[in-house]
């Protein structure tokens, strides 16, 4: 549907990367410029409206409810679980305008009429103000910079905003140096804006140091900005010029930020807080450094508390009824020793999952529906689960690294099935290999002609399916054009995804050991992709900024997760499949509801670039880590941050909690693996559940929770994984 | 653009007036190039900037070229072909005229020769190999994992033992800061003095090492040494196994045991060979052991026909290599050791054997060494050979023939460099004396041979000032000894020793500074060789312990075996002598007697 074509190379032509805030990736590769009204729709950061857009630019398969997978699976009705009709209705005009305008502008010509019957729609959208589209949406916010002001008042502005922050009381403080670095920035750009660039040279050079740490990078990029011609088209600028600029302050703080600004009468300062900062005030006491640091970083700010808002169904599924048969056969097995012992373990973990009342229905999100392979494998993870050592802080796991040899730099990515058989992982040389890590080979499916003459009444039918003689320990799989980002394994290790620089995201047969499907909805590089739990659904981020939701059966994404300022670097399914988590280079991380496609959370305090996100299987704690080396834990029933560890050395790429929640493993660039005492966490987070009005305390841990460090000879972790008896799987290349 | 120059470098406007040029652009106004530049440099930082993208998730560290392709496909700009390089690409600089250049090195290729040349080898294949990193949260010490104290660590610790301390109090402070509020239990970490404390598998190991090193199963041994040289974590063992060596090699010196002493000498240089090691702590016991090897009078019982020679030219090899190893300044030990070999030169009566050992030694310590020491002695030695290869005894005919092989060897390279041809048969004889025509023969071999087998005189050499030698001798017979040192090897015939020890005794002699710790040795003979664990709960061995191997070749086993000592002269120390019965005696006495720091029977100057 999306005939945009490969890139098409324009000599020295650098192409114009307008990045609108949001749904970027589909306007790129055409070099337009989307109409001011879209622009407003995707800016505005009401993500009801973004889903909406993404659910129009479906696909036919995804506007018409109907079954979404055709086939054994019959999967229960509507994945697409938004009524188009009753959508449309609501839609106001404005909007239909703008994204009919946006498919003319895409040539995506049977959409739009599609959409135009859909919707009863027929005037005529205005084209002239298409005409004028690039150049007046750029200048249009751009000029909201122009001001007559004097450039030499600006640094004078500035101090005295500095000093009047300095001289505050304790108290309000640190609450109010917040809106020292937006104004500092949006005075560098005005001041580059108005062409006045020596003073704005001398400006930034001067007072860069009044800046925190992590702050220093962004404005190392920012300097790069000297000319007028410069901002448009740069990523942190459109960050800057189209968002506001979030910060939370107590009543009293504001009010004392306010008496300073009405006293100090006109100038740039007040002007910027006004136009260019959200200023989100809550009732309570101020906050500590620690409390304002713990969530400070992110390129928009902090999250508004009201975005945090929405309730999470943060429980896990109930369990379907494991099979009698494999009860049965694990009785037989253990010869009836126990079983006293062993009923009321199972009984705890039924009931855990019956009674949570923070479970979504079951039915929330349509599931695949149980075939007889996925209930034996059920059943098999089951027995497992029995066998699981409990780990604590006094038994800790077995660690057994797989290191890559002669690959040094090569290695782009890893995935260890859920049920540690096998490991797959990608290469920068665009291949995937996929290699059994138990004595079973990998087997490959007969011939057609073959498997007619199989006796399909036969038990081992599966068993026969395979052809005996292609038993290999590994193998590739070819297909991509460039470097593979990312590798996913469907928890019946019958299907492998993966994605890559090619911005196309494949979907692998791990028994016929081919490329089934192809998907193209990123234009730009895929950083991640990832499985659902459940399978049928997988996620995918990338550098177009969106998280996408797709379905294995449609070509198409059923959601686009809009809203991040920069790449979407790394994507996690929630164990219940009803909520995925995005992290992103603009150092925030974000969890979307798949029902409909809204942002429920965004959780503001990485330092950097979030690298890796990890569920823990109770369901209620993300945990994140990345670039600036500290794992952060957050509780998802409130959005808070609630742990910090910090002990790594350089970038975390891999995290990963045991099977019981009691342990978090991570493991990065410096070549170590770490195991944290995650119960404490939870232990100290029950404490203080009540207090849910304002941020508890972080937990600043760096050797408290610290349980082991293991260091590795010049090998980092890219990957980690729980096997289903607590032992820790973890994989690197060996460098040299 | 010049402000931040050093922050980020730019585009100089000189270089878009090169590159006008070389499109044939040849007038371009100052302005407009500067305006280029800027404007080039801006796009570029930007390529860059999202270029630091496709290296971070390629989990790499360093920017490549691809990465740089990559992101030029991403803006849709043509990729620049034919840069795809996995390795840094050096800009070359050249200037001239004026002009300074930075360009790439782009040589041509000849086809016939990239087609005739032999193909490259195929890049390995990429494989996955799976080890314990941890078990039930221990890590095990194999080979795959790292040591659990790198050498680093064990340099450091050993040249600034200190440095724990203040690195503890900083710890605790630091705590201390942070520690407010917070329910602090941890108990703060006290080091233990006595770090020996081996874990029952540890001495298991000690004890399989040992007896493999020593017994007589060859492919066993092979297999110990093996660990010995590559496994990681073995610090906590060292000091038990350098004093098993110490003590293997004292008591085999006194028995002969050529065989033993060899496989000693193999297990130490195992240790040595051990990357995760560092062995400076310890090396007051291995440097006499093997010194002992090196220049003892006598290796083995029937010394006219064992072929203890190799023996030392093995101990030799592993002396030059504890030097390259060890050698500071401040421990100046190839000052001693070159000392303790020359002296023994310079002495008239030292036996064959024991020239044979420090000519060796001397040679392995590289040219400049063998010039400056082995040189002035060549005629004397000359004359020696030429004596004994008259003279009638069948032992010393031998002894004088291995000298002059050794000899022909290791001086004729260092000659071709100090003289200058032609080299006539007569110029040697009247320098060399008796070995001149066949140095000439050699010498002239060595010219005529490929530039390539030349032998460098730039090994490094310390100055050796001829400093009042401390020798500890007793009677007029020579010694070798080091200065102000803690180790004294001494070779010399029997004097009546230091006190009244009972024959079939055995002296180890330990000193240490005031604070005494308490030492206890304990025995156990293991195939003839004495295991002797000296547990020692001060700062294990770093000063605190002197250990004197007495190799007096005359010496019969069972007889007083005598040392002396020179210990440091500065501080009041207390020197211990731990009698420890020889292995013939089947019952263990350990006496430890302590005496002020008195003057020992030696020479302090």
Redesign the interface.
């Known amino acids: 549907m999306a005939e945009l074509g490969g890139p098409t190379y324009a000599p020295l032509t650098p192409a114009n990367p307008t990045i609108i805030n949001g749904l970027a990736a589909v306007d790129m590769q055409t070099g337009q410029h989307l109409p001011p009204q879209h622009q407003q729709v995707m800016s505005g950061g009401e993500h009801g409206l973004v889903s909406m857009v993404a659910a129009t630019v479906m696909p036919p398969p995804a506007a018409t409810p109907d079954q979404p997978s055709s086939g054994p699976t019959g999967a229960a009705p509507g994945a697409p679980a938004l009524p188009q009709d009753a959508q449309a209705n609501t839609v106001d005009r404005h909007t239909l305008v703008a994204v009919l305008q946006f498919l003319k502008n895409n040539g995506l010509k049977r959409t739009e009429d599609f959409l135009r019957q859909e919707c009863n729609f027929f005037d005529i959208v205005d084209d002239e103000k298409q005409g004028l589209g690039g150049d007046t949406e750029v200048s249009s916010v751009l000029s909201a910079y122009k001001s007559e002001g004097d450039p030499a008042k600006y640094e004078d502005a500035y101090k005295a905003l500095h000093s009047f922050i300095e001289k505050s009381l304790d108290p309000y403080k640190h609450e109010v140096a917040q809106v020292l670095y937006p104004v500092f920035v949006h005075m560098y750009l005005e001041l580059v804006y108005n062409g006045h660039e020596e003073v704005a040279k001398n400006f930034l050079e001067r007072l860069k140091g009044t800046q925190e740490e992590y702050y220093q990078e962004d404005i190392h990029r920012l300097s790069l900005v000297t000319n007028r011609e410069h901002m448009s088209g740069y990523q942190i600028m459109d960050n800057f010029r189209s968002s506001q600029f979030t910060i939370r302050l107590s009543r009293d703080t504001y009010s004392h930020l306010k008496r300073f600004l009405t006293e100090s009468g006109g100038g740039p300062v007040p002007r910027i807080i006004h136009d260019r900062l959200y200023l989100d005030v809550y009732e309570g006491v101020p906050r500590t450094k620690a409390q304002v640091m713990a969530t400070a970083g992110a390129q928009e700010g902090e999250a508004p508390r009201q975005v945090n808002k929405a309730k999470i169904y943060y429980g896990l599924l109930k369990e379907p009824e494991i099979p009698n048969l494999a009860m049965e056969e694990e009785e037989g097995e253990e010869e009836g020793d126990k079983p006293k012992k062993k009923k009321p373990k199972k009984d705890a973990l039924q009931k855990s999952k019956k009674n949570d009342p923070n479970a979504p229905p079951g039915n929330r999100i349509p599931l695949p529906e149980l075939r007889d392979i996925d209930r034996m494998e059920r059943a098999k993870a089951f027995r497992d689960t029995l066998k699981r050592v409990t780990l604590q802080k006094d038994t800790l796991p077995s660690i057994c690294f797989y290191t890559f040899l002669n690959a040094t730099g090569n290695i782009t990515s890893v995935d260890i099935s859920d049920d540690s058989s096998i490991l797959a992982y990608g290469t920068s040389d665009s291949q995937i290999r996929v290699q059994s890590i138990t004595p079973i080979k990998l087997r490959c499916m007969k011939s057609a002609e073959q498997l007619s003459d199989i006796d399909k009444e036969a038990d081992d039918v599966l068993v026969r399916m395979m052809d005996e003689r292609t038993a290999e320990p590994v193998r590739t799989l070819l297909g991509h054009a460039g470097p593979v980002y990312s590798v996913s394994m469907s928890p019946d290790r019958n299907l492998l995804l993966s994605a890559g620089e090619d911005g196309t995201i494949r979907l692998w047969s791990l028994q016929t050991w081919t490329c089934l499907v192809v998907y193209k909805g990123h234009i730009f590089p895929v950083w991640d992709v990832r499985f659902s739990p459940y399978g049928y659904y997988f996620a995918s981020g990338g550098h177009d900024r969106t998280g996408r939701l797709w379905a294995t059966d449609h070509h198409q994404p059923l959601r686009i997760f809009a809203g991040h300022f920069s790449d979407v670097d790394v994507v996690q399914f929630h164990p219940n499949s009803n909520y995925v988590a995005t992290g992103s280079s603009d150092r925030s991380i974000r969890v979307w509801d798949c029902l409909n496609g809204n942002c429920v959370r965004v959780l503001t305090g990485h330092k950097d670039i979030v690298d890796a996100l990890a569920f823990s299987p109770c369901g209620r704690f993300l945990a994140s880590a990345g670039g600036d080396k500290r794992v952060l834990v957050w509780d998802m029933a409130h959005g808070h941050l609630i742990a910090e560890m910090a002990s790594h050395t350089s970038t975390i790429y891999a995290i990963a909690f045991s099977r019981d929640c009691n342990i978090l493993a991570s493991g990065g660039m410096d070549n170590c693996v770490k195991l944290w005492d995650f119960s404490r966490v939870m232990e100290d987070n029950h404490e203080d559940d009540t207090n849910v009005a304002n941020n508890p305390d972080v937990k600043r841990c760096n050797e408290s929770l610290l349980l082991g460090t293991f260091p590795t000879k010049n090998t980092p972790v890219l990957a980690a994984h729980f096997t289903r008896r607590n032992v820790l799987l973890v994989a690197g290349p060996f460098d040299g | 653009m010049s402000?931040?120059s050093q922050?980020?470098p730019s585009f100089p406007p000189d270089s878009i007036k090169v590159v006008a040029e070389s499109i044939g652009i040849s007038s371009i106004g100052d302005d407009v190039a500067k305006e280029v530049a800027?404007?080039a440099t801006?796009?570029l930082?930007?390529l860059v900037?999202d270029g630091m993208?496709?290296m971070?998730?390629?989990?790499?560290?360093?920017f490549?070229t691809?990465d740089f392709d990559?992101v030029l496909?991403?803006?849709?700009?043509?990729p620049l072909y034919g840069l795809q390089s996995?390795e840094h690409i050096p800009f070359r600089f050249a200037s001239g005229g004026g002009r300074e250049l930075h360009f790439l090195e782009d040589k041509e290729l000849e086809i016939n020769e990239m087609v005739t040349s032999q193909t490259p080898r195929l890049?390995?294949?990429?494989?996955?190999?799976?080890?314990?990193?941890?078990?039930?949260?221990?890590?095990p010490t194999i080979p795959?994992?790292?040591p659990p104290i790198t050498k680093d660590l064990q340099k450091k610790d050993s040249v600034d033992p200190a440095a724990k301390l203040t690195a503890q109090q900083d710890h605790k402070d630091q705590k201390h800061i942070?520690g407010r509020g917070?329910k602090s239990i941890?108990t703060v970490k006290v080091k233990q003095l006595a770090t020996h404390e081996l874990s029952a598998e540890q001495q298991l190991y000690y004890k399989e090492i040992t007896e493999a090193c020593v017994g007589s199963d060859e492919p066993k041994r092979g297999e110990a040494l093996h660990s010995l040289a590559f496994d990681p974590g073995l610090h906590q063992m060292v000091p038990r196994l350098c004093t098993f060596i110490a003590e293997g090699i004292r008591v085999n010196v006194v028995q002969k045991n050529l065989a033993l002493l060899i496989y000693l000498m193999r297990m130490a240089k195992a240790l040595l060979d051990n990357q995760t090691l560092y062995l400076e702590k310890y090396l007051h016991e291995l440097v006499p052991s093997v010194m002992t090897c090196i220049v003892s009078r006598q290796l083995c019982m029937k010394p006219d026909m064992d072929n203890h020679w190799a023996l030392r030219d093995f101990a030799a090899r592993l002396i030059s290599q504890i030097c390259k190893n060890y050698n500071t300044t401040t421990n100046g030990l190839q000052t001693r050791i070159t000392r303790v070999f020359s002296k023994c030169l310079n002495t008239e009566r030292t036996p064959l054997s024991s020239v044979y050992g420090a000519v060796a030694g001397l040679s392995e310590l590289g040219p400049e060494v063998t010039k400056v020491f082995v040189m002035p002695k060549l005629k004397a030695l000359s004359d020696k050979i030429e004596q004994c290869m008259e003279g009638m005894n069948a032992y010393d005919k031998n002894a004088a023939s291995h000298i002059k092989g050794l000899l022909l060897k290791t001086v004729a390279p260092v000659l071709k460099t100090l003289r200058n041809p032609p080299d006539t048969v007569n110029d040697y004889k009247a320098e060399y004396g008796y070995l001149g025509p066949q140095l000439q023969v050699a010498v002239v071999k060595a010219r005529q041979a490929p530039p390539s087998t030349a032998t460098t005189l730039t090994a490094p050499i310390r100055a050796i000032t001829p400093t009042t030698t401390r020798i500890i001798q007793q009677g007029s017979m020579p010694g070798i000894g080091g200065i102000g040192s803690r180790t004294v090897v001494v070779n010399k015939p029997p004097t009546p020793g230091i006190s009244s020890q009972q024959p079939g005794q055995k002296v180890i002699i330990m000193t240490s500074r005031p604070p005494t710790p308490s030492q206890s040795v304990s025995t156990e003979t293991v195939g003839g060789v004495m295991k002797t664990a000296v547990v020692n709960t001060g700062a294990p061995c770093t000063t605190g312990l002197t250990t004197v191997t007495v190799n007096p070749g005359s010496l019969a086993a069972g007889s007083l075996s005598q040392a002396t000592v020179a210990p440091q002269a500065t501080t009041h120390q207390t020197t211990k002598y731990v009698v420890v019965s020889a292995p013939n005696q089947p019952s263990i006495k350990t006496e430890i007697k302590e005496e002020p720091d008195t003057p020992q029977p030696m020479d302090l100057t």
């Open positions: 402000d931040d922050v980020a800027e404007e801006f796009r930082r930007l900037q993208k496709y971070h998730h390629g989990k790499r560290k360093r490549s691809c990559n496909k991403m803006k849709n700009i043509e996995v890049p390995l294949q990429m494989t996955l190999k799976p080890h314990w990193l941890a078990i039930d949260g221990v890590q795959e994992n790292p942070h917070m941890e």
